[in-house]
């Protein structure tokens, strides 16, 4: 089992940046493949940014590629997605997620473990 805390999420002006973070406990973290997903009202949950175990692959959905950057640190069990030049596109809630086992995804149904989101607003 493993417990997902996301905090970091605000309110910023179009142009601004966020660093949202992703505090894990329970099973080893670095046995997990963790990912950024969000959802804007009314719409389904996307992927956004996703991280493997050791940190050396990531894979960026295109609507943020550029601009976002997804990191890790194994030693203090986070996730970090750094958001720059954020757009009003971007405003949703955003959730960690963390997927047992060594592949890289980009689809929802394949991660384990949600954390309970943090709002993202940006405004215009």
């Known amino acids: 089992q493993v417990q997902l805390v996301e905090s970091g999420g605000g309110l910023v002006q179009a142009g601004g940046s966020l660093r949202l973070s992703c505090a894990a406990s329970g099973r080893t973290f670095s046995g997990y493949v963790m990912g950024w997903f969000r959802q804007a009202p009314g719409r389904e949950r996307e992927f956004v940014a996703a991280?493997?175990?050791?940190?050396?692959?990531?894979y960026y959905a295109d609507s943020v590629k550029g601009r976002f950057t997804i990191s890790r640190d194994n030693n203090k069990n986070t996730v970090f997605l750094q958001m720059n030049t954020l757009k009003p596109e971007d405003t949703a809630v955003y959730y960690c997620?963390?997927?047992?086992?060594?592949?890289?995804?980009?689809?929802?149904?394949?991660?384990?473990?949600w954390g309970q989101g943090t709002q993202v607003t940006v405004s215009s």
């Open positions: 991280l493997s175990r050791n940190g050396g692959s990531t």
């Open positions: 997620a963390a997927r047992a086992g060594a592949a890289v995804v980009t689809t929802t149904d394949s991660y384990d473990y």
